[in-house]
């Protein structure tokens, strides 16, 4: 069974940091693309940045310079490095992957895990 596994959220005051990491398993033959979304209260789901294989990367301009994304092909691992911290970051944050399986190329989310930016 293919899933990703989210960890590293918590509390965190203004201006802290916070790094997430996201680990797919199960029977993976590829993975195309790795990437984090976010859902606040009352908001839809947005993206916060993507990866590629090559590792090519993009991401929302309300993080550009406080966030970076980077992986670890071999270790099937995606991290969130999250710095400078503010209140309007606070949301649950999915892990993301667009993945080559045995059921063919999908796209998987994780479980999400709760980011709180407050004093």
């Known amino acids: 069974q293919v899933q990703l596994v989210e960890s590293g959220g918590g509390l965190v005051q203004p201006g802290g940091s916070l790094r997430l990491s996201c680990a797919a398993s199960g029977t993976i033959l590829s993975i195309y693309v790795m990437g984090w979304y976010r859902q606040a209260p009352g908001k839809q789901r947005e993206l916060v940045a993507t990866?590629?294989?090559?590792?090519?990367?993009d991401s929302v301009d309300s993080v550009k310079g406080r966030f970076t994304i980077s992986r670890n092909n071999a270790w099937k691992t995606v991290y969130l490095q999250m710095n400078s911290l503010k209140p309007e970051d606070t949301a649950v944050y999915y892990c993301?992957?667009?993945?080559?399986?045995?059921?063919?190329?999908?796209?998987?989310w994780g479980q999400g895990t709760q980011v709180t930016v407050s004093l």
């Open positions: 990866i590629t294989s090559d590792g090519s990367t």
């Open positions: 993301y992957a667009r993945m080559a399986t045995v059921a063919g190329n999908r796209d998987y």
